[in-house]
């Protein structure tokens, strides 16, 4: 109906005289269903009920973002805002306040410049951190970029809300290496770093995307890779010993040098028999290096691993990455570039950083409610350049004295069980509880959970003590700098969402 409405004629209006091609799907065209399941990764936001939008815009250039921002704000309709769309509670393609909304889909907007002579490139947003990667080694098989693990994620909201992945030890966040950007804003002006100035260009790197403006691109610092990385991927289950493993890696794996990194991924399998489940603990590493000066480290300092050179694969970087993509060695690099959807389930997930060793025994235990819940844990270790960086120099707070984060996951098959296994994960966090940070209980934002709290009403423009829940879990004490930026460059909160940073405007 609201189509019909006049508001509405005047918005398509609006957007259809900016461009001659056709940029605007309404559910009338046959491709509006294609275009917005081309970037739905979680099923749980898939179904007949899941509220959709009301018109989808596929802009081309970035004058097409800054006329569909005008015609928005001109005629009050809300907008989504998709780069990649693995946002984990659907929050760029779905509205769960059931307010009708556009989306903007930024999939076209993807191009990756590299500028050789000065080690930097510009990516959009709508590229992945697979294409990213791959173009820029492409350049230069010794430059590459610090990102996530999963080569689709979108630039456009991986960069909003942090970046992490396998060279975070040695290189910090990807917003850590983040120069420049260029913005739309609420009046549709296109903003760089100069225009925007550093309090809108810090609470972008890192402070949640859709809340700020619609970031187009990214200028990027690259890194230095070495010719030759080294991987290696080790598992145990509960019965070959596997917790002490936990124990000496909660130990090792945050204080040994940066150009190591070693993540665990906890998860319930099959015994040899077939019969019994038991949990297997696989220690996945990259190395900065070689092989021998892999083996002479982990000999030192981790020698319980029992880790030989059998077990060790020198490849290049972007090698390593595609390892990482798919484990799975021998994979094409193109693979990057092919934009492979990945693999649709239903999941749900939540996060926790822990800033003590968590006892034997507790792990123990923790490892047998996992396997009664079927919940996986995916252990990943901070210290080396993350623990450097200041909590205040970007909006990610989870700096120094923490030793890792844990990242909890659970997925299924069918619509049916996904109360039980919300419920399943929701018990494991609650559980979690002694041993993990407190005051405030830190979560990563790039892990989205709407379980730690909403904007109670998407309309409201005050900072209030809900919001600030969930607001000091991602961001801690940042959490106020950026609702003041909020005030400042969007004081009708035209970017929203259930859990968008609210405008504090502070009274004069
Ligand atoms: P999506 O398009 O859903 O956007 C996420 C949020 O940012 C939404 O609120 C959206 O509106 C907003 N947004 C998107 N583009 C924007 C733009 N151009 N301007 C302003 N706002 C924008 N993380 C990590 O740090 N390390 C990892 O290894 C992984 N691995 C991983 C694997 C898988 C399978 C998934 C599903 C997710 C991850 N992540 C991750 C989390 C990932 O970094 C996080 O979900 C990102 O926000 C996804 O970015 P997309 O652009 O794909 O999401």
Request: glycine content about 8%.
């Amino acid at each position: 109906q609201f189509f019909g409405s006049s508001t509405c004629d005047k918005f398509l209006d609006c957007i259809s005289n900016t461009t001659s091609t056709n940029i605007v799907f309404t559910p009338n065209d046959t491709l509006y269903s294609i275009v917005l399941k081309s970037s739905i990764p979680n099923l749980r936001f898939d179904t007949l009920t899941t509220p959709k939008p009301l018109a989808i815009i596929t802009p081309l250039s970035y004058s097409h973002v800054q006329s569909t921002v005008i015609c928005s704000v001109k005629f009050g309709v809300n907008i989504r805002i998709r780069s990649g769309g693995h946002d984990y509670e659907g929050l760029s393609y779905t509205s769960f306040d059931h307010a009708p909304f556009i989306l903007i889909d930024l999939n076209e907007l993807r191009s990756v410049n590299v500028d050789q002579e000065a080690n930097t490139a510009w990516v959009e947003s709508g590229a992945t951190i697979g294409e990213l990667a791959y173009r820029v080694s492409r350049n230069d098989s010794l430059l590459g970029f610090p990102a996530g693990e999963c080569p689709s994620v979108g630039v456009g909201g991986h960069l909003s809300g942090g970046g992490f992945g396998t060279m975070a030890r040695k290189y910090g966040l990807s917003v850590d290496n983040v120069m420049d950007a260029l913005l739309v804003d609420v009046h549709g002006r296109i903003l760089d770093r100069n225009s925007m100035g550093e309090d809108l260009f810090w609470a972008i790197r890192g402070g949640g995307g859709a809340s700020f403006g619609v970031v187009l691109s990214w200028k990027i610092k690259l890194v230095y890779v070495p010719p030759i990385v080294t991987i290696f991927t080790l598992s145990k289950t509960l019965e070959q010993g596997a917790i002490r493993l936990v124990n000496k890696w909660q130990h090792v794996a945050h204080n040994v040098t940066k150009d190591l990194f070693i993540n665990l991924v906890i998860t319930p399998v099959n015994q040899e028999d077939g019969d019994n489940r038991t949990m297997q603990v696989t220690f996945n590493s990259l190395f900065l290096g070689t092989t021998d000066e892999l083996m002479k480290i982990v000999k030192d300092e981790f020698p319980q691993l029992g880790l030989q050179e059998k077990d060790c694969v020198e490849m290049s970087w972007i090698e390593s990455v595609v390892y990482f993509s798919f484990y799975l060695t021998g994979e094409s690099i193109d693979a990057l570039i092919e934009r492979r959807p990945w693999p649709k389930s239903y999941f749900k997930a939540k996060s926790d950083y822990v800033n003590k060793p968590i006892p034997e025994q507790a792990v123990n235990e923790i490892m047998k409610w996992c396997l009664h819940e079927n919940v996986t844990l995916i252990m990943e270790p901070h210290g080396g350049k993350m623990s450097e960086i200041d909590e205040m120099a970007t909006p990610y707070p989870h700096r120094r004295g923490n030793m890792y984060i844990i990242q909890y996951i659970v997925g299924w098959d069918d619509v049916d069980e996904s109360e039980q296994h919300v419920a399943s994960i929701r018990r494991i966090y609650e559980k979690m509880t002694p041993y993990v940070s407190k005051n405030p209980r830190e979560a990563y934002v790039n892990f989205r959970d709407l379980d730690l709290g909403t904007n109670c009403n998407a309309s409201m423009r005050s900072y209030t003590q809900e919001e600030m829940i969930w607001g000091t879990s991602y961001f801690k004490a940042n959490f106020k700098r950026l609702a003041m930026v909020k005030g400042m460059v969007d004081p009708t909160n035209f970017f929203s969402n259930e859990q968008s940073i609210p405008p504090l405007v502070l009274s004069s």
